[in-house]
């Protein structure tokens, strides 16, 4: 199947900082990518799609000023947490659209997790 | 609204069938996916139905009635590397945006 990365895998961050987390697309171009949200033992919660060359549509209770995100490339999109908080530590995780002959797919990256302190 | 039931858990023994059962109700609704996901890692893709039927795959398959918005997702020969965590997810709009369940453990015993 196609392959989605992100990078990085791994985040500790100080409260208060910024970080970004990048979701690339290696084989194939993606107009759409989502971007989910995952707390230990729960079901993925998607935070926002990402399409290219377009602004993000966020999901109803998402902070879309807290929660920047960017696809500059048909192969590339950016979430950054803004001043992230404790609370904002996670397992996100990016996935891409893929659509051939009307048969539809979603490849998930790897995932990032992150931990505020 | 929007809503996806499948079971919260199931156990099974090493070489066994189980069959995961899924209901949703979604507007817009545009296929069925199911995805595996092992504990610390992200999901991975098994299956999409967006007809009526049965599709199989290897071991799995996976099955769907739109009129009865329900799917399920059977694992045949059961191995130790296939307990997991499977969710169940629908397409509902347009752009791909998929609703997922809460996903069903799944145990396999020796």
Redesign the interface.
């Known amino acids: ?1 196609a392959v989605v990365s992100q990078h990085p895998s791994w985040v500790i961050c100080k409260s208060g900082t910024s970080v970004k987390i990048e979701c690339r697309s290696l084989d194939f171009q993606a107009t ?1 990518m ?1 971007w989910y949200r995952q707390f230990p033992k ?5 935070m926002a ?1 990402s ?1 290219e060359g377009s602004k993000a ?1 966020y999901e109803q209770g998402v902070e879309k000023d807290k929660f920047l995100i960017n696809h500059a490339s048909l192969t590339l999109s950016t979430l950054t947490v803004t001043s992230a908080h404790p609370e904002d530590s996670s397992f996100y ?1 990016c996935s891409a ?1 893929v ?1 051939w002959r ?10 990032t997790r992150l931990l505020v302190l | 609204g929007q809503n996806i039931d499948q079971p919260t858990e199931m156990t099974a023994t090493e070489g066994a069938i189980v069959q995961i059962n899924c209901t949703y109700q979604t507007s817009g609704f545009n296929g069925l996916f199911w995805y595996q996901q092992h504990a610390g890692e992200a999901p991975t893709f098994l299956s999409y139905n967006v007809l009526d039927g049965l599709e199989e795959k290897g071991r799995f398959s996976s099955f769907l009635s739109r009129s009865k918005g329900y799917s399920y997702l059977l694992l045949k020969e059961l191995q130790m590397k296939d307990s997991a965590s499977y969710l169940c997810a629908a397409g509902t709009d347009s752009w791909g945006k998929l609703q997922f369940g809460a996903g069903t453990q799944v145990v396999v015993t020796p």
Request: proline share 4%.
């Open positions: 199947g759409t989502f729960q079901s993925l919660m998607l799609t399409n549509t995780i659209r659509n009307g048969r539809e797919t979603q490849y998930f990256g790897p995932g």
